[in-house]
């Protein structure tokens, strides 16, 4: 299984790696630094060995492939140089912060909602939550002016790896922990304010769309 270096680290960017296995443009290597789309956070791009990395996915072992742009110029047992494309990642990483900061103030303020689905990217958080009624406004209003007074005490933020099961990982922040897996920063005062807007998905579906006023 493919070693998990953005587990130890969310701030490595560059690593080396060897190549263990190749199928068309798909590249397995020892370790990475590219996060697999999953939990909702997509995956991460990027270079390998001077190649673009246009995605990264689990496979159905949870051994993680980089998906190149084109045949790699690399073969099975190369050593390699692996760059995530940091930009975009660390927005990533802040996004997903306020992913679990929005959950926790959303239950708080509107009680039972049933959460169906979340997407984060670098450019926004979608959470869908499946219910009858549009979600109040004045209700949302509250969830962000919550978030972003949590997100202004710049506090810690805290990931570990559960002792009996080793790649199942929780979150801490203030009041908030849950399980995930995912990349986060160091602490809230990264993230900046964030705003959010309502979206309608359809019937009996409400989605909320979270995004930092800063990039
Ligand atoms: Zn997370």
């Known amino acids: 299984m493919t070693k998990r270096l953005y587990s130890e680290d969310p701030y490595k960017q560059l690593f080396e790696a060897v190549i263990e ?7 397995w290597l020892n370790q990475t630094c590219f996060y697999p789309e999953s ?8 270079i390998l060995n001077g190649q673009r990395v246009v995605d990264t996915q689990f496979d159905s072992e949870k051994s993680i492939i980089h998906i190149l742009e084109s045949i790699p110029t690399f073969k099975v047992g190369d050593q390699v140089e692996g760059q995530i494309d940091w930009d975009r ?5 802040r996004i997903h912060a306020v992913s679990h900061i929005m959950e926790y103030f959303l239950f708080q303020v509107f ?6 689905g979340s997407h984060l990217n670098e ?6 939550y499946e219910l009858d009624e549009k979600l109040d406004l004045e209700k949302l209003v509250e969830v962000a002016k919550r978030a972003n007074k ?13 002792e009996k099961r080793p790649h ?6 203030g009041p908030i922990q849950m399980p995930c897996g995912g990349t986060h920063p160091n602490n809230t005062s990264e993230i900046g304010p964030i705003k959010i807007k ?18």
């Open 21 to 27: 296995r190749i199928e068309g443009n798909n590249a």
């Open 39 to 46: 939990g909702g956070q997509a995956g991460d791009t990027g």
């Open 168 to 173: 199942f990982r929780y979150w801490k922040c």
């Open 150 to 162: 949590l997100i202004a005490q710049n506090l810690p933020i805290e990931t570990w790896s559960d």
């Open 89 to 93: 990642r660390y927005k990533i990483m």
């Open 198 to 215: 309502r979206e309608t998905g359809g019937r009996g579906r409400e989605k909320v769309v979270t995004s930092l006023c800063s990039s």
């Open 123 to 128: 450019k926004y958080d979608k959470s869908t």
């Open 111 to 116: 009680g039972q909602l049933k959460l169906t």
